[in-house]
């Protein structure tokens, strides 16, 4: 049996020594910031999300791989390929490991995929010259251009000399989209061939091997803060995090931590109330429309007047949801204006602890670029 294995990570985290200090500047962040001239996956940034994604080896092996942020996204796995002659017979195998980091980023509308075949190992019977494997892109929609060779077809021995293929990269035009966020979701499928090219072996096809969701966006000021354009990978689910100390908005995340955790502390009182946001799989998803979100926030008064009365905010309170009215899930869009069915909670806190607790949930969503409908999850931190 020959193996080959690759050193091609290694001189990497060296380059990555080189320019480590680009962390510190944030370029490392979750949402990273793209502008012009400064676009590309540096090795820091490869070898940071290729260190984590080794560390969620079993989520980074399915199809959709694993998504650390919206913005960074890996897939990876060992790939055995097990030859046949044309009559059918057994004749040979090798394998292979293959990685593909993915980073989008948070200013401009645009992908790279940077792309990678190590220790690939082939049977004793099998010549390095004749056992070919071709890594393949996919590149079939109108709304976006894709930059780079989309494959590569090589040796084994080409594969050990030079394990990684060229950044590919996509990109769509600020201005391609539906109104009013000039939309584009774009699915990036990642293939690969494997054979032994001595006339008489058939090739082993596998077209859909890894999938990546993305979104490009131009929301333009509907994100605030200047977050005019960018791209996400929608598979990744986000999660806003509330601390229930020392953060400056105490009393609201303890109503948030109450309304999922200890309903029965909670109005208005509904038997068998659960709470959605707390996982993936019954997420909240952000509301835009400015009327509905009002809607949302009368239901929820009329919850805290009818509980404690119409002096409810006496002494500088004011009436808190969760659900966030800023969702779905509030109190007037998930009950069809009937808030007594509400399986959510109001409550009078400080208006500070109101305050501070809405301003971070903005940021949060702009961070994320969490546009209508998108989801997200809620978390306690103690």
């Known amino acids: 049996m020959t193996r080959h294995t690759t050193t091609w990570w290694q001189a990497r985290r060296a380059l990555a020594a080189v320019v480590a200090t680009l962390a510190m500047c944030g370029v490392l962040a979750a949402a990273p910031a793209a502008t012009a001239g400064t676009l590309g996956v540096s090795a820091a940034q490869a070898d940071d999300l290729r260190t984590e994604c080794g560390r969620h080896s079993a989520e980074a092996a399915r199809v959709q791989g694993w998504a650390r942020s919206r913005f960074e996204q890996c897939y990876h796995s060992t790939e055995n390929v097990y030859l046949y002659d ?43 010259e004749l056992t070919y494997l071709t890594i393949r892109f996919d590149c079939r929609s109108t709304e976006v251009t894709c930059g780079g060779p989309l494959s590569r077809a090589d040796t084994i021995r080409g594969w050990y000399t030079k394990s990684t293929m060229d950044t590919i990269t996509i990109t769509s035009p600020d201005t391609t989209g539906a109104d009013p966020y000039k939309i584009v979701n774009f699915t990036e499928t990642i293939g690969f061939t494997g054979e032994y090219r001595n006339g008489n072996t058939r090739p082993l096809y596998k077209d859909t091997h890894a999938v990546n969701h993305v979104r490009f966006d131009s929301a333009n000021s509907a994100l605030g803060g200047g977050k005019f354009k960018g791209t996400v990978f929608t598979d990744h689910i986000p999660r806003f995090d509330l601390h229930l100390t020392g953060a400056g908005y105490d009393q609201e995340a303890r109503h948030v931590d109450d309304t999922l955790h200890h309903p029965e502390r909670t109005f208005p009182a509904l038997i068998g109330k659960n709470a959605p946001g707390a996982s993936v799989t019954d997420p909240l998803h952000r ?96």
């Open 287 to 382: 509301l835009m429309d400015e009327t509905k979100k009002r809607q949302n926030h009368d239901r929820a008064v009329e919850i805290c007047v009818d509980v404690w009365g119409p002096g409810y905010a006496a002494g500088s309170m004011e009436c808190d949801e969760y659900p966030f009215r800023s969702t779905y899930e509030g109190a007037s869009e998930s009950t069809g204006g009937q808030p007594g069915n509400w399986h959510g909670s109001a409550r009078p806190i400080p208006r500070a602890d109101n305050g501070n607790g809405g301003t971070e949930l903005g940021k949060f969503y702009g961070a994320n670029r969490l546009l209508d409908r998108d989801a997200f999850t809620v978390g306690i931190v103690p």
């Open 86 to 128: 044309t009559n059918g017979t057994y004749y040979g195998k090798f394998d292979f490991e293959l990685w593909i980091l993915a980073f989008a980023y948070d200013g401009t509308r645009r992908v790279d995929y940077v792309t990678s075949v190590e220790n690939v190992h082939q049977g004793s019977n099998l010549s390095d």
